[in-house]
């Protein structure tokens, strides 16, 4: 038994009340920062995966046509120059299933889909909407969107004349499964398609826009033989999105965006999120802290007799300094123990209590390891920091005052 | 005695206390005492018995002159260094038993060993299991301070002193808290280690039935020695 940990265990143990009232102050506060950060973890991973569910992380388009100057200005003649930009047309990505071989080996990249995208027009009778019109390759497609978890009603299987749309542009047409309805696209070719399956993405418009056809039916509808307007990407990290993309765009020359710049502000939304739940555990961390460290000086007040006699009997200070270094870190881990424990039960209660009328929890909570090995570490870190004051004063007690003060 | 080399020198030893105004409570004193002595040092409150007792104990260090502990000169070593020669050479009982009350008899008299040295060996709880049973106490090792009586914690205290088996042990009015029984059956326990074990003692005391029992009475008056007697 090494002597530094069994004078801090019995020291706890002999002030069991001082020793109970600091453990539940630091198992609230940590069960305050594990019930915090699972749910606005679950709140920001909810939000994500919603986000995500109806997008890629990165799309690689053919850039824009910039327009070029019929005569440059030189030294001797300037120019006057009105810039009139062109109206986009679709173009296909040049060589792409080369560059779809290329992507696919790129790090972080985890799946790779090819698309032909364009604007059109559903005609159900008198009904009539406008709508994206998605080529694609189904089994490639959906390891970049899950879509056939999505399905309201039918199978995803789009080709051979049959489409999968939107639930609620489905309604708005008011078509179901095996009905059939016309597509007329901007390039002025129009088919008539049935309807095989019914998704929902839970985006209000995607739901109500797309169609997703095969790819060959999509070339067909915008007159591009065999080419793609668009390849869509999946990654490990989808925090790591921009920089794939922009490695990518590197690579191919396409212009590539992330899911990130697209949806800049619910990113700003959930960075002002982390901050508010960084400061709420800042302060939590500093009420822990400063009710650790009066409790141990008010223990080495207490017992500054007893570390006189300990140093008078030739214990080393360094010794004194680590009893209440040992102290400070058990208080920490073993209310951070408890502290989990107590955040686990809240966030759990908190998830089963506040339901969506579907069932599914108003509030999902994210609990994992990292969450509790960080919680763990930080009180256990913040009890030792706590201690370092009262332990410094406790080893620099001078026998001689302290047996006489004491 | 006298050609032997003295286990504690002190030589015109001053020590001074305060800032602006300094209180000389100590002027110059000087004493020798021999491995095997059991001397008692006496004085009127406020003549320095206790700040030469913390001198000597290197609870403090002097203001001037030399002191030689064991052969060692403690001025010139470093405060580790000092704590180390205190655990290993002198043992202090106090006039307040002192014991450290969250730990049992056993565990205050292992503690020394065990503070100095980090872990706990087998010889030292043998030791002062033994110590425990020399004390008269094998029946309360594992009682706690607040469960012997004053003669038992003062007891145990004096096998705490003696844990380490120190060259020298250092008592401030062992007895002065004690009713007269109490005190009578704790000096004769130190006397019986110093007769039987050669246990060498100095002795602070109020007391003049304890000095005349010690062989050798130093008192001190004003900071300075009055009278030094062997018997």
């Given at each position: 038994m090494r002597f530094v940990l069994f004078v801090a265990f019995r020291y706890l143990r002999d002030a069991r009340g001082q020793t109970a009232l600091i453990l539940a102050a630091v198992s609230v506060g940590v069960a305050v920062i594990v019930f915090l950060s699972a749910l606005i973890n679950g709140l920001q991973s909810s939000l994500i995966d919603k986000t995500l569910g109806s997008q890629s992380h990165i799309t690689l388009r053919v850039p824009r046509e910039t327009p070029r100057p019929l005569v440059d200005a030189t030294p001797e003649r300037a120019i006057a120059r009105q810039v009139q930009v062109a109206p986009e047309r679709l173009r296909s990505i040049d060589q792409w299933p080369a560059v779809v071989a290329s992507l696919a080996r790129?790090?972080?990249?985890?799946a790779v889909s090819p698309m032909v995208t364009g604007a059109g027009t559903a005609v159900r009778g008198e009904a009539k909407r406008p709508i994206t019109v998605r080529g694609i390759e189904p089994e490639l497609f959906r390891r970049i969107i899950d879509v056939p978890r999505r399905?309201?009603?039918?199978?995803?299987d789009p080709g051979g004349g049959s489409v999968a749309i939107g639930s609620v542009l489905a309604a708005d047409l008011g078509v179901g499964l095996g009905d059939t309805v016309r597509i007329v696209t901007a390039e002025g070719v129009s088919d008539v398609v049935r309807i095989s399956g019914v998704f929902s993405l839970g985006n209000m418009g995607v739901d109500k826009t797309w169609v997703l056809t095969s790819l060959r039916h999509a070339q067909s509808l915008f007159a591009?033989?065999?080419?793609?307007?668009g390849l869509e990407l999946k990654v490990g990290?989808?925090?790591?999105a921009d920089a794939v993309a922009d490695e990518a765009q590197r690579r191919t020359g396409l212009a590539a965006e992330s899911w990130m710049r697209v949806n800049a502000e619910l990113l700003v939304g959930l960075s002002a999120q982390s901050s508010s739940k960084t400061m709420i555990q800042f302060f939590v961390v500093v009420a822990v802290a400063l009710g650790i460290a009066s409790v141990l000086i008010v223990s080495v007040v207490q017992k500054s007799r007893e570390i006189g006699i300990l140093r008078a009997f030739g214990t080393p200070a360094r010794r004194i300094l680590a009893i209440f270094l040992t102290e400070g870190a058990v208080l920490g881990l073993v209310g951070s123990f408890f502290g989990s424990a107590l955040g686990t039960l809240l966030a759990r209660f908190f998830e089963t209590v506040a339901r969506n009328p579907?069932?599914?929890?108003?509030f999902p909570v994210v609990l994992d390891v990292p969450l509790y090995v960080s919680a763990s570490l930080l009180a256990t870190v913040v009890g030792l920091a706590a201690a370092v004051a009262p332990a410094l004063r406790a080893s620099r007690l001078d026998p001689a005052t302290a047996i006489g003060n004491g | 005695m006298a050609e032997t080399p003295p286990l504690l020198e002190v030589v015109d030893v001053v020590k001074e206390y305060g800032e602006s105004v300094r209180t000389a409570a100590l002027r110059g004193v000087s004493l020798t005492l021999h491995a095997g002595e059991m001397a008692a040092l006496i004085g009127p409150s406020g003549s320095g018995k206790s700040t030469l007792l913390h001198l000597i104990g290197l609870l403090d260090r002097p203001t001037a002159g030399s002191l030689r502990l064991n052969g060692q000169d403690?001025?010139?070593?470093?405060e580790p260094a000092l704590a180390a020669l205190r655990g290993r050479s002198l043992g202090f009982v106090f006039q307040f038993h002192h014991?450290?009350?969250?730990?049992?008899a056993l565990e205050n008299v292992m503690l020394p060993a065990f503070g100095d040295e980090g872990r706990l060996s087998a010889e030292t709880r043998a030791r002062a299991t033994a110590l425990l049973t020399a004390v008269g106490l094998e029946e309360k090792?594992?009682?706690?301070?607040?469960?012997?009586?004053g003669g038992q914690k003062q007891r145990v205290a004096i096998a705490r002193a003696l844990s380490r088996n120190p060259p020298l042990v250092l008592a401030d009015e062992?007895?002065?808290?004690?009713?007269t029984v109490a005190s009578h059956e704790v000096f004769e326990l130190m006397r019986r280690f110093h007769r039987e074990r050669g246990v060498t003692f100095l002795v602070v005391t109020h007391d003049p039935r304890i000095a005349d029992r010690c062989d050798r009475v130093i008192e001190i008056v004003d900071g300075r020695i009055a009278r030094d007697e062997r018997r």
């Open positions: 790129l790090e972080g990249v985890t399905m309201v009603a039918g199978r995803f591009l033989a065999g080419g793609v307007t990290d989808v925090f790591e579907d069932g599914g929890p108003k | 403690p001025t010139t070593l470093s014991l450290l009350p969250a730990f049992t090792l594992h009682a706690r301070a607040n469960q012997l009586s062992p007895t002065g808290n004690l009713d």
